[in-house]
């Protein structure tokens, strides 16, 4: 049997986010969709740093005595979603990356808070940008030691993330593919059945 299936969304998002991709991907599988730390449901508590959501994820799976599982990020849930494979290799069976590269030193912005209420604490959004302008150069080091098979599924020149970055993520993870869904960085959310039609082959693979 395969091993549970966790959903990790993006800066910004919610587990929401999953919803219209739940019942195919909950076909004969337990599905867990989690809000990253400052996000939806998850504690609006700092600090806002990649490492405590990748500890947030093990700690859930912990909670729920869930030893290994095939794990899906977008966007900021692939960047912890590769540093959990890579510090805790054993602990994931297949591991898909919607839409993100590997992290370089870029020229900091401050991004505008949009009006009215959200789902998520305005502060992750700053420091969650802090460390992708600023990335520790461990993170790209680190991997090296993802063992899990690795599909990395790239949004096309509309898409934010330049294309090299996913390219050298695809590098240097040891058992990666890159397929390209040309829509943009919202993959799942604008071709949603050509994200299932690549992504749950390789799952069952």
């Given amino acids: 049997m395969a091993p549970p299936l966790v959903l990790l969304p993006s800066l910004g998002e919610t587990r929401a986010s999953w919803d219209a991709l739940m019942p195919a991907l909950s076909r004969g599988r337990e599905v867990h969709a989690t809000d990253l730390r400052g996000h939806g449901d998850a504690p609006w508590e700092p600090p806002y740093t990649l490492d405590r959501m990748r500890d947030d994820v093990i700690d859930l799976l912990d909670a729920q005595g869930i030893d290994q599982v095939d794990l899906v990020g977008h966007s ?24 993100v590269g590997a992290l370089r030193p870029r020229t900091p912005s401050t991004p505008q ?89 390789f799952l069952d693979g």
């Fill in 76 to 99: 900021l849930g692939g960047a912890i979603a590769c540093q959990l494979a890579a510090t805790y290799p054993s602990r994931v069976r297949r591991l898909v990356l919607e839409d």
């Fill in 113 to 201: 808070r949009p009006d009215g209420p959200l789902p998520f604490d305005w502060d992750v959004v700053l420091a969650v940008r802090r460390q992708i302008d600023g990335p520790d150069p461990s993170w790209r080091e680190d991997l090296a030691r993802v063992t899990a098979p690795t599909l990395v599924l790239a949004g096309g020149p509309t898409s934010h993330v330049p294309d090299d970055t996913i390219d050298e993520l695809v590098h240097r993870v040891p058992d990666a593919r890159r397929v390209t869904i040309d829509v943009g960085h919202l993959i799942h959310a604008r071709a949603p059945q050509a994200w299932l039609d690549t992504v749950l082959p």
